[in-house]
């Protein structure tokens, strides 16, 4: 079955850029996500990628899809400490009925 | 800005127990959700409804599972008899229609489901 994947834990010093990668394995998906999830609150929409786009940059947000290789991308540029929070990619391959996560990646933004 | 609300934010419940979980989608929106997260685990799908019927289901969506859109604004989640593995963060989620460009998923902040 389809499957996403990222690493578990980001740190970084504020004021940098951090980088969450996340790769996936379904070769048809359509959309992809980046949702974010602060202690106790529920997944915020962030941003998402439609598949025949490389690049989508949003204020301090850039996607980078890099389709070949199934792997996608979140930048956050000038990271503040309220970006600190668990960052899900999600796939989906009918544009939006069943979403598939990734496991998360936890950013730790330090002062 | 438009949301997706959920209630109860936390429920204990014994194993065996039927539960309902609720929640108001945004309210143009035709598409709805359930997904969990059980603890220290992925977020699952486990069903999608349109137009008053299950559109799409996950295996974990079995015979315990229901969904119900009773009225014109709730959509609710039926486990019939609990079990302890069904402790999670349910998730319901909304979204104006798929297939389209621009389709986004909303989601709720969760309603954290313990069975003992």
């Known amino acids: 079955g389809e499957d996403v994947e990222q690493s578990l834990f980001l740190s970084v010093r504020e004021g940098d850029s951090s980088v969450i990668n996340c790769t996936y394995t379904?070769?048809?998906?359509?959309?992809l996500y980046w949702y974010k999830q602060e202690p106790g609150a529920g997944l915020q929409l962030l941003t998402y990628?439609?598949?025949?786009?490389d690049m989508k940059q949003d204020q301090r947000l850039t996607v980078l899809l890099n389709k070949k290789d199934k792997h996608l991308s979140l930048r956050i540029a000038d990271t503040q400490t309220g970006d600190s929070a668990i960052y899900f990619c999600?796939?989906?391959?009918?544009?939006?009925?069943?979403?598939?996560f990734g496991g998360g990646t936890r950013l730790m933004v330090k002062p | 800005e438009p949301e997706v609300t959920q209630t109860p934010s936390h429920q204990v419940t014994q194993m065996g127990q039927e539960v309902i979980l609720r929640c108001v989608p945004i309210?143009?929106?035709?598409?709805f959700y359930w997904y969990r997260q059980i603890l220290g685990q992925k977020v699952e799908f486990l069903v999608s409804?349109?137009?008053?019927?299950?559109?799409?289901k996950s295996e974990i969506f079995d015979d315990q599972f229901s969904v119900e859109r009773p009225d014109g604004s709730n959509f609710t989640l039926k486990i019939r008899s609990t079990k302890l593995e069904d402790s999670a963060m349910y998730f319901c989620?909304?979204?104006?229609?798929?297939?389209?460009?621009?389709?986004?998923?909303?989601f709720g902040e969760g309603s954290w489901l313990t069975v003992v």
């Open positions: 309210s143009n929106h035709l598409y």
């Open positions: 989620a909304s979204s104006e229609r798929p297939g389209s460009k621009g389709n986004t998923i909303y």
């Open positions: 379904d070769s048809s998906s359509t959309y």
């Open positions: 990628i439609f598949s025949n786009m």
């Open positions: 409804f349109y137009n008053n019927e299950i559109s799409e």
């Open positions: 999600a796939e989906s391959r009918n544009a939006g009925n069943m979403l598939t």
